[in-house]
């Protein structure tokens, strides 16, 4: 665990100016055997200091790859300098940010680091149970990966911290041909938020995963086009998840709302059914702790579930102190930074749809024509809401039942328009917490969302 040189110097923080200063290490652990090949087998660290400390509406900020006194010093000096420097040529004028009610949150165990050969162990002997049971496979890939994220933080009116954040997957991708001889693939994952040898202590969730997605891929190959135009569709949760955080989450990120994204009109107004609810859960979310649990963000700001739209009405935004003095709000810890050199910025942590009522097998009987959308293999949407999302396993519907598997597809819409056509939300969750969000630096998020039933543009051949 780091050892905290930390707390020294945080007595000499600047007077009546909001500070922080924070030690990090993060690492990651990636193995990949490719047709039974080792082609990677990595282990990274990147460990630092840095402090930032905020000035008549700016920050200065500094960091240091080292973890000592010095490099505490040094940058807690830094940050300050800076901060003086920009106050004196921005002039911002902009009064103190909000104060947290003080306090602390402190990990309770240190986290196992096993060491490289049982990653590569694992992923041999997932590889070989796919090769003796499915020989006829054209490809097969697998990928074995851990990160973690440790941080130590003290602020000058807030909470201080010391957090640990591990994660640990394994990605099965699976290769055949269509009748046709189209090139296929699926791929799945297996994991969540914990160490690689608590989550792996058996094949039995692997082995379940690996039959599943040959068993699509078999159908697959025996798919058809999909028809394209406006569609009633059964998205089905981890497409959901997608819609959440991609169409939805980050138009509500209150830097990208002042910046002019489409929720900046649309506080208080209705954005989607009256059975659409999404939350961005701090760490527990319907009764469980999420993959990525927050408890106190890099601002020192203890972490609240951000209710985002309640009831098809969208009725807030996600937060730093420096956007919610703005909005005259409390912030809920949105602020996340990934590595020790990053400022934190605005971001989402455990973002979903809230389930339903409804059963999917009665959901998919009341559909005539249509598809149930199951698995998503990219996306991407702007700040208006527009979005496409990529499709790669799915099934038509016919009268009410499941006919052939969809050959690979987009669908695509506008968010805000696309959720006031739902009309069915699911009772179950599906959660997806393995990728990396982009925005400007990675950060480990993860996403949610029930099966809705929705009118949704889908392409053809």
């Known amino acids: 665990m780091l050892k905290d040189i930390l707390c020294p110097y945080s007595l000499n923080f600047p007077a009546g100016e909001h500070t922080e200063l924070r030690a990090q290490t993060n690492k990651s652990r990636k193995v990949v055997l490719l047709s039974g090949n080792l082609t990677a087998n990595t282990r990274r660290e990147v460990s630092g ?13 500094s960091s240091n790859a080292e973890l000592s006194d010095d490099a505490a010093a040094s940058v807690l000096n830094a940050a300050v300098e800076n901060a003086d420097f920009l106050d004196g040529h921005v002039h911002a004028g902009k009064p103190n940010i909000p104060t947290i009610e003080r306090g602390s949150y402190k990990v309770e165990n240190d986290i196992s680091d096993i060491e490289q050969k049982a990653y590569i162990d694992y992923v041999k002997a997932v590889d070989d149970y796919i090769q003796r049971k499915y020989p006829k496979l054209t490809g097969r890939t697998i990928v074995a990966t851990a990160d973690s994220m440790e941080k130590l933080l003290y602020t000058s009116d807030g909470f201080n911290a010391h957090s640990i954040m591990p994660r640990s997957y394994v990605y099965v991708f699976l290769n055949a041909e269509s009748n046709s001889g189209v090139p296929l693939e699926l791929f799945g994952v297996v994991g969540g938020g914990d160490t690689f040898d608590k989550n792996f202590t058996d094949f039995n969730a692997v082995h379940t995963k690996i039959d599943e997605l040959y068993e699509n891929l078999m159908q697959k190959r025996e798919g058809v086009y ?15 998840g997608m819609l959440a955080h991609e169409a939805v989450g980050h138009t509500v990120e209150a830097d990208l709302v002042m910046s002019g994204s489409v929720a900046a009109h649309c506080l208080n107004k209705r954005v989607a059914s009256d059975l659409v609810s999404l939350t961005d ?6 009764g469980k702790k999420c993959d990525i649990p927050v408890y106190v963000d ?18 807030g935004y996600m937060n730093n102190r420096s956007s919610a003095l703005h909005y005259g709000i409390k912030p809920q810890g949105n602020a996340r930074a990934y590595e020790f050199s990053d400022e934190p910025l605005i971001r989402m942590r455990n973002t979903a749809i809230h389930p339903g009522t409804s059963k999917l097998e009665d959901m998919i009987a009341s559909v005539d024509d249509g598809y149930y959308l199951v698995q998503t293999g990219n996306g991407q949407a702007d700040t208006t809401g527009e979005f496409m999302f990529g499709v790669t396993m799915g ?10 598997a969809i050959l690979d597809t987009t669908i695509s819409g506008v968010a805000f328009k696309a959720l006031q056509t739902v009309d069915m939300v699911s009772d179950t969750v599906t959660w997806s917490s393995s990728g990396f969000c982009g925005k400007k630096q990675l950060m480990p998020v993860s996403m949610g969302g029930p099966a809705m039933r929705i009118k949704l543009m889908i392409g053809g051949r």
């Not at 859960?281 to 319907?286: D, K, R, S």
Request: charged share 20%; glycine share 14%.
């Open 395 to 404: 099934y038509e519907i016919k009268n009410g039942k499941l006919g052939k």
């Open 281 to 286: 859960f701090a760490n527990t979310a319907f």
């Open 226 to 240: 999909a028809e394209a135009g406006l569609k009633t569709c059964i998205l089905g949760g981890s497409l959901s």
């Open 298 to 315: 890099d601002e020192g700001t203890p972490a609240q579930d951000a209710k985002i739209i309640e009831n098809g009405i969208l009725t």
């Open 49 to 61: 200091i840095s402090a930032r400390v905020y000035k008549n509406g700016i920050y200065g900020f």
